[in-house]
């Protein structure tokens, strides 16, 4: 019966968590990312218009609060998002969390602030 509840809470604690939006960016090059219900928007001076990517996963790091930690795969990219202060190095903004994107071979690393 344990086991069950875990299963449960874990999978309402995870479809909860897309409740969040999540605004990120990086410099150098510049590129951005929103997270709207199932779907990053990635958008970047390269592409005309913003790419949708459905959201297959989301994975909260055990060890640390809701929404702290936790890694988001889409089929062509994954995202890993770090609570802890950010500087994108061009404002005096500070952020959030820090953000790692891998998408089309490259690994951009930037900035982001959550919202619920």
Known sequence: MKTLFAVVFLSLLSVS???STIECSGTEPFWSLSVKDK???FNSPELTEP???KILNRNEAFGYAPGHTFIIKTRYSRMTVIGGTCNDGMSEEEYTHNVAFEHDGKLLGGCCT???
Request: net charge negative.
């Open 17 to 19: 968590s897309f409740a």
């Open 114 to 116: 959550i919202t619920e």
């Open 51 to 53: 790419m949708a990517l």
């Open 39 to 41: 779907f990053v928007w």
